[in-house]
């Protein structure tokens, strides 16, 4: 209403200054045109006054005395020459007087009239050096001089005729123009008389207009007053000084003190800021952001306030400037959030509390899993054994049948356990050309048996074009269609389970849509559990369900793992019909590998080689050591950077193996210097070999002119592909992410075998003895530790070890501290010495299992 009412007032002002404007204008000109007539009557005075008649017939008799003068002279014995003198002086003034006089300005342009003055100022002109000459030579020019003379009478009456009647004409233009100004005058008078009294009749609607706004605005205030007294905010008003000038009810109330109060406060007294001090409440530069104000024209802003009673409480404020049509003003909106915020660090906390018993959880079941999973594989491989032994029927079949729980219960401990590594390691699944047909004939292979014993039957076709090779992580396809045709078995007894793939290619995308559908003819899904199957240890509550037995976590890490590579899951099914559960995933088509370029690269990686071995660690040098010598390639092996440098000073090798950490000289510092200095191996290919290494590091790898990179534990493939690389330029990196097991079996009896028995158990021995002098030398001050940088060598040096024996679980925590102790998380490194005894412990127990009987 208040705006609304300003714009009409800004609007009638505007039209009536234009009034005025047009009236001043009228009156303006009204003035000029009465000047003009003026002008133009005292030009009609001027002229009547000359006597033209008078002046220009005395030219004429003027000009006709000089003749007379010269006729008598001519006829005369004695001639009178002063009197012709005088005579042309008069007649020549009265000439002149035509150029000089402004009265005859305009006459003499007439061209007749100016014929006939240019003729006779013309004689007067070749006449004045004769009047001004000798007596003798005027005399004798008489007779040519009366001649002229006569001749020139026409000229001269012309000039009379031709300029009275030229200036009468002039006088008739004058009156008229008289005449037409005094009426343009009148108009004019009529004109600005009609816009003053245009104007005087809008000044009055103005007048009451301008009553009308005053009583409206004079509402909008007591209205305005009303909402900041009923208001449930705070509204500060403050003037430029940032004194405080209006305190509404809420204000008061908040703050604990009246409106006489709060004016002896700037408003920058009531917060615990500086950004409401007067200076900074000056309007700043807009276009300057270094000096744009962190409060004005910023929307709600939280800032801490103080009561009168001295309670800082936090509050809501938004700040903004205004003009009251002399001073800018501030005005501040406040609200109170005390409640708010305590509402929120509650919820903060119990979310908290929620997330820690989510991870006490997922930690408990990490560890029972393993803990379980341990004797599980102990008590299934000697049924494996026992039933290599005579055995009676009855113990055969006690046999199968324990076999049969004992590899149930293994299959719901790995579920728990991919849960929790799930958990644990969201990283997505590295992909590689995969041949899908292969992959899904060979879980259609490894269920049918499963299939049989259910009575059903499993079969699988391409629907549409097949797409052979693509891009996909193989282990965690594999593991989903695991997952959904086991569970299609377990719930259709004496039915059929059929798996489609189709692969599509949608317009302007460069990669294939893969859907793959497992469909059965079981017992189906309730609409209203539909919603639930994909939920962790949630299982159907049906007497088949429950002979099934399941730990309902299958379809709980499908789903997982199909949306950690950008694909969607779901399910269809009919109550007593079937089911069919399906999902896409973005696929990229690839060609097969070479097969020929594979072969290629094995067979010159066979070619010996001098490999220099620079390795701090005695274990992890004699185990590489004795890989490479069984490879055939020749060794030599450094204990230290320093030593590895002066051996590449003064020996040419084929290849460096170089150790990142390291005393006396880290693998960075040897490398540079090896590249640095001329020596034998100046140029040798050298590739960084390490159990833990930071994101930094990797990024020095390449800056200290390393080629490659191979990742502990060693794995003689990887060994043997990386040397390969040597002759291809292109060092492999192979990298080894087994996580989650306390002791990578499969890695451990690889590594008995490539070691043999008797040195296998020597190093066994020997890592044992070592780590638990490193474990008691972290731990034996708690809470006190040793200092960050032997944290640190310590943990590098045993990690490594670690990993060559497969204790994945005691490398990942040796490499968490080795991490925190080089990024100085004192916390961190607590936290970890604190379980590592018990790591220790249990990684030992099953290391000791594992030792061969010599």
Known sequence: MARRGITIFRRGWRLGAFLALLAGILLVLAVFVSIEVRTNLNRLNSASSDNIQWTLSQIEVEMLELTGALIEARYQGAPDLERIRLEFDILYSRVQSLHGSPVYGQITEYPPFRASLDATQSFLDETVPLMDGPDAALQSALPALLTTAKNLRDDVRKLAVVGIGGFAQKSDERRADVANTLIRLAALAVMLLGALVALIFYMLSILRKARARGAALSQANKRTNTILTTSLDGVIVADPSGWVIEFNPAAQDIFGMTQEQARRHRISDLFLTDALLPSRLIRQDKASEATKNPIIGQGRVQLDAVRANGEVFPAEISVQSAFDGRHDLYIAFLHDISKRVADEQELVGARDRALAGEQAKADFLAVMSHEIRTPLNGLLGNLSLLEDTPLTPDQAQFARNMEISGKILLRHVDSVLDIARFEADRSDPKTVPTNL???????????????????????????????????????????????????????????????????????????????????????????????????????????????????????????????????????????????????????????????????????????????????????????????????????????????????????????????????????????????????????????????????????????????????????????????AGVFDSAMATAPSDVTGALIDLPHLTATREELGDEMFASLLTRFVAELKETVDALTSGAPDHPPLPEIAASSHKAAGSAVFFGATRLHGALARIETAAKAGQSETITQELRALPGLWTATRDVLHSHLPDM
């Open 437 to 723: 047909t292969e992959l899904v004939q060979n879980v259609v292979d490894s269920q049918l048996g499963l299939a049989e014993r259910q009575g059903a039957t499993l079969d699988w076709h391409w629907e549409g074009n097949a797409l052979q090779w693509a891009e996909v992580a193989p282990a965690a396809l594999e593991q989903v269609l695991l997952n959904l045709v086991g569970n299609a078995i377990k719930f259709t007894p004496k039915g059929r389970i059929i798996i489609e793939l189709e692969a599509t290619k949608p317009v302007a995308s460069p990669q294939h849509l893969l859907e793959v559908r497992v469909i059965d003819t079981g017992i189906g899904i309730p609409e209203s559990d539909l919603e639930l199957v994909f939920q962790d240890f949630v299982t159907r509550d049906t007497s088949f369900g429950r002979l099934a037995g399941g730990t309902g976590l299958g379809l709980g890490i499908a789903l997982r793992i199909v949306e950690s590579m950008g694909g969607e899951i779901g399910v269809e099914s009919t109550e007593d019909v079937g089911s069919v559960f399906w999902f896409r995933l973005p696929v990229t088509a690839s060609a097969p590998p070479d097969a020929n370029e594979q072969s290629t690269g094995k067979h010159r990686a066979m070619r010996a080689l001098d490999v220099l071995l620079v390795e701090d660690n005695q274990i992890n040098r004699d185990v590489t050591c004795e890989m490479l010598r069984r490879a055939g390639h020749n060794v030599m092996c450094s204990p230290d950077g320093a030593s590895g440098v002066e051996n590449a000073r003064v020996k040419r090798f084929d290849l460096i193996l170089m150790d990142i950490s390291m005393p006396v000289m880290d693998g960075f510092q040897a490398t540079e210097q090896i590249r640095n200095t001329p020596g034998a191996s100046r140029d040798t290919p050298i590739i960084a070999f390490s159990a833990n290494v930071l994101p930094s590091d990797r990024e020095k790898i390449a800056q200290a002119g390393m080629n490659g990179l191979l990742s502990k534990p060693l794995i003689l493939d990887h060994l043997k592909s990386a040397i």
